[in-house]
């Protein structure tokens, strides 16, 4: 099993382009997670997902757009990218019962906004 | 305001040695505590989760102490190896559950030969 698998690992952007990043996971886990993380700052919700077709925002939500058509992929969107939006973003699942719903993380996309 | 505060920030420790990183969180009401190893460049991956009930829980040579009175948790790694370089992030599910978690910053170990 790869787990949960995070495309594309690195992207430049200027800003006001737009860009999706790719989350898959292969363990058919109900929720789907997007966070960021800066320096110096703990990691960050964005948005999420509970189920196929459904997402709710998270902390951080301005700027970003997501899509979950299928239960195994998780699309984070940059409709109009700025520098603010430079960061790493992190993509995790987990299953909605048991283990306290042990959050699984891919291992991310370094994303620079110029 | 950071509701999970962890320190020391970084330290430097030599292998084969034990250290031991602090969490203090305010989140109420708590649910579970959990602990995530960062390597550089990768994905955080979960070491332990404690609910209120648990005071201790081991994985391998880290342990995890949790007091849900004083709202205080600590990660002890016993005989440190050079793999245990990085990031480590104390992680507590509160009011908004397992969907809504507040992250601390991480305690940055690096284990020198």
């Known amino acids: 099993n790869a787990g949960v698998t995070q495309t594309p690992k690195f992207r430049v952007l200027k800003t006001g382009q737009s860009m999706t990043l790719l989350c898959a996971q292969d363990?058919?886990?109900?929720?789907m997670y997007w966070y960021r993380q800066d320096p110096g700052m703990g990691l960050r919700l964005i948005h999420y997902?509970?189920?196929?077709?459904?997402?709710a925002k998270g902390e951080v939500p301005d700027g970003y757009n997501v899509s979950r058509l299928k239960k195994q992929n998780f699309l984070l969107g940059l409709e109009s990218a700025a520098p603010s939006q430079t960061s790493v973003y992190f993509c995790?699942?987990?299953?909605?019962?048991?283990?306290?719903?042990?959050?699984?993380f891919g291992p991310g996309t370094r994303l620079t906004v110029l | 305001k950071n509701q999970v505060e962890q320190s020391p920030q970084s330290l430097i420790i030599l292998e084969g040695k034990n250290c031991t990183l602090q969490c203090n969180y305010t989140v109420s009401p708590f649910s579970n505590l959990r602990w995530y190893k960062q390597d550089t460049g990768r994905g955080p991956v979960s070491l332990t989760i404690?609910?209120?009930?648990?005071n201790t829980k081991s994985n391998g040579r880290y342990t995890a102490t949790l007091d849900a009175d004083t709202k205080q948790s600590s990660l002890h790694i016993t005989a440190s190896q050079l793999s245990d370089s990085a990031s480590y992030i104390c992680v507590v599910s509160g009011p908004y559950g397992n969907n809504r978690l507040a992250f601390g910053k991480g305690n940055q170990v690096v284990v020198i030969p």
């Open positions: 995790a699942s987990s299953h909605p019962s048991g283990g306290h719903r042990e959050q699984f």
């Open positions: 363990m058919n886990h109900e929720y």
């Open positions: 404690m609910t209120f009930s648990e």
């Open positions: 997902s509970v189920g196929e077709g459904t997402t």
